[in-house]
């Protein structure tokens, strides 16, 4: 057996947005699978420091704490306060209600006539006089009552604490309704917070209500690192690679799952739940072991590189299509390509069924072979890291002169990390001279970075020249790609 292929937060103590001092904890979004750019931990956030317009992945963006988030709320409170000369709990409510954009308030709503309102208890001339309350059915003093400010509908303070206890116990904040039969009111922030007598949950409705404002503002997302309080705020909300400057997660901006370009989020995410539910039937029919072409012996995959050699015949060959590996180096490279069956719509069902089938293990074979050789590359990356600390320990040269070896291996798994997420792309769109250009410059790509794997495996034989030529080659045809099909 032989394959020839290569190797290669805790939480941060801020005050509440709201003037009071309290502790805020960070959203608990989760969703990854898989780190982008594996080998590119040192780096992070550079494209939030440089603007490269050649570059299409470039993006700003700013990690930003809580206290910086809760300031970015207060100025925008402040600012729809003073237009519209609404209470803060009013213009809070707008703006979360328009996503946090101000122009979209300012155009909807005109300023008011500043007055006076009971916004914990009503005012009635005799405290002392009953009053019915229809939750508890009992006769109170008037005093005892209270209403939302909006709809009015007053029952006693007893049943609206636990009313609003109940409701945030079950993680309600901003959508806290009124108790009146069929009113859709919200309950004002400045009563619920009245009537809770609990510290842990008046924080806790705190917690929630940021938590709120931070997912329906479009330019802010929270890192979804384990727990990590780092809030991102961009420009604009797209499907761009961020770095949390905390915990270095990588994720998507747009969604918050791991970084999948070119592929959009809408169909990774169709992407990704197709595989979870017929990934078995792939694994079980995709093996990893396959028989040599030439003298069918059996070979096993142990290295990235799918660029294999028989260890018995030395026959190079395709570990994907098992094609002669000399065809793939100076032919268009066919095997990342599915050939459409131009007559399946005539054909039966079963045989459409086996058509879709054989289609999707075309793509998601390829899927999992790519995952699987950036794992095998990352071993010999470490190989690679081992020898380099015996030739600097033997006086062989420096760190410095045999950096250009990690700086491969770092370029390989980000170029194979965009190939892999390629596949996706290519199985959801539609055949037309899109999909063919697409499918070329994925062919392309996939050919530059099984040389430069090759080469990293190789990287003791291979000249250093050679070696960083193939690296410009390669991520010029990353880059080629993205800039025509990066979907944002």
Known sequence: MMSDPESTGGS???????????????????????????????????????????????????????????????????????????????????????????????????????????????????????????????????????????????????????????????????????????????????????????????????????????????????????????????????????????CKSRFCFKCGYSYHAPTDCETIRRWLTKCADDSETANYISAHTKDCPKCNICIEKNGGCNHMQCYNCKHDFCWMCLGDWRTHGSEYYECSRYKENPNIANESVHAQAREALKKYLHYFERWENHSRSMKLEAVTLETIRNRITEKVMSNCGTWIDWQYLFDAARLLAKCRYTLQYTYPYAYYIEPCPRKELFEYQQAQLEAEIENLSWKVEHAETTDRGDLENQMDIGEKRRTSLLKDFIQT
């Open 12 to 246: 941060l103590g801020d005050e509440g947005w709201d003037g009071s001092d309290e502790s805020d904890d960070d959203d608990d979004d989760d969703g990854d699978y898989g780190d982008y750019y594996e080998f590119n931990d040192d780096e992070e956030g550079r494209a939030s420091q440089f603007n490269n317009n050649e570059d299409p992945e470039y993006f700003a963006y700013e990690c930003l704490t809580v206290a910086n988030v809760e300031k970015i709320f207060n100025d925008s409170i402040a600012s729809v306060q003073s237009s519209l000369g609404v209470s803060h709990w009013r213009a809070k409510q707008l703006l979360h209600s328009n996503k946090w954009s101000i122009p979209d308030i300012l155009d909807k709503h005109q300023p008011v006539t500043p007055r006076v309102t009971s916004v914990v208890r009503s005012i009635t001339p005799n405290p002392g006089t009953l009053t019915y309350c229809l939750v508890c059915v009992r006769d109170l003093p008037a005093g005892e009552f209270t209403a939302p400010p909006v709809c009015g509908h007053s029952f006693c303070c007893q049943c609206w604490e636990s009313h609003c206890e109940t409701q945030i116990s079950l993680g309600v904040s901003t959508s806290l309704s009124c108790m009146a039969p069929g009113c859709k009111d919200l309950v004002g922030e400045d009563l619920v917070l009245a009537q809770v007598r609990k510290v842990s949950l008046k924080e806790r409705y705190k917690h929630l209500c940021f938590l709120d404002y931070v997912r329906c503002h479009p330019n802010l997302r929270f890192c979804p690192g384990p727990n990590c309080p780092i809030v991102i705020k961009a420009m604009e909300s797209v499907a761009k690679n961020c770095v949390c400057a905390a």
